[in-house]
């Protein structure tokens, strides 16, 4: 084992040897193996936004077989997925790629503004499918987020208890949110010590934009004159709100962009210090080919740290 992924499992001394365990596992897989970060292929999509929207531009994902090798030819860390998608494929590709269950999962049927996701899945199931981790949602911000954090809390103890990891999506989303502030430095922030709080192992955001929603964080941001001017400051920013940068946070890949876009978003956060990205659409909605040219690129970007 490296020291780099020594150091960073010295940050969850509370946790007993199994969850270390799975989140060395998930560490120590595919081609950055060992450096201690992350490019993790999550597929909650179909569930999220529809399948047609998902998978039309490249039908072969419709198959959940195909993700599991997309992510394992890919070299990535590890793969995320809902319920459905594992069961489909969990027995075929056994011990090839550390797994995360997304346990919980919210649809775009209605327009809800203050989204309340499903609980779809649970620690048993995780265990019954060789998981490495549970993965969850919550949206600091809705009027339903205290419901959210009083459910992660109760399935994270249960996961830690058996060994597993936790990963938090931590989307800020509601509201009393605008668009522009889903996204804003301060909520972005905000988002990731909340997940931090509630005990999260990995945490997943979204990349923070210039803008500042709270009036009186702005205040504190402009006082102390906080840098955000640029992408890798903002990024630095956000590791900084997760315990000074003692947890691991990995960042959306957002929806299909542009290559070029991508991976100067992906050489931003390299060199911010954030520890990965977590990218669904922007290789699954390509052909395998392509998929695998852009995060074969991002690996690289990644390992030449």
Avoid at 77 to 94: K, Q, S, T, V
Avoid at 158 to 181: F, N, T
Avoid at 188 to 198: D, N, S
């Amino acid at each position: 084992m490296t020291e780099r992924v020594k150091e960073i499992l010295s940050w969850y001394g509370s946790d007993n040897p199994g969850t270390l365990t799975n989140l060395a596992r998930i560490m120590n897989h595919g081609r950055l193996a060992g450096t201690g970060k992350f490019v993790i292929l999550p597929v909650d999509q179909g569930f999220e936004h529809g399948p047609a929207r998902s998978f039309a531009p490249n039908p072969p994902a419709y198959d959940p077989r195909y993700h599991f090798q997309l992510a394992i030819d890919a070299g990535c860390n590890a793969y995320a997925a809902p319920l459905g998608f594992l069961e489909a494929g969990a027995r075929d590709f056994a011990g090839e790629i550390p797994l995360i269950l997304k346990a919980n999962n919210h649809d775009l049927l209605m327009n809800e503004v203050d989204p309340l996701p499903a609980v779809t899945a649970g620690v048993e199931d995780a265990l019954r499918l060789g998981c490495a981790a549970i993965g969850f949602t919550i949206y600091p911000g809705s009027e339903h987020r205290v419901e959210m954090y009083e459910e992660i809390q109760g399935m994270a103890e249960e996961a830690k208890q058996h060994g597993l990891a936790v990963v938090v999506w931590s989307y800020p989303r509601g509201s009393d949110l605008s668009k522009e502030g889903e996204t804003a430095i301060d909520v972005c922030g905000y988002a990731a010590q909340i997940a931090a709080q509630l005990g999260a192992h990995i945490i997943k955001v979204k990349l923070p934009g210039e803008h500042i929603e709270q009036p009186e964080a702005k205040k504190v941001y402009e006082k102390e004159k906080v840098p955000i001017s640029t992408l890798p400051d903002r990024v630095r920013h956000v590791v900084q709100c997760t315990f000074g940068g003692r947890r691991i946070v990995i960042f959306s890949g957002g929806a299909f962009t542009d290559e070029q876009g991508l991976l100067n978003e992906v050489r931003a956060i390299q060199e911010g210090g954030g520890f990965g990205s977590i990218i669904g659409r922007n290789s699954f909605q390509r052909p395998k080919e392509d998929a695998l040219r852009l995060l074969g690129q991002i690996i690289d970007i990644y390992k030449a740290a």
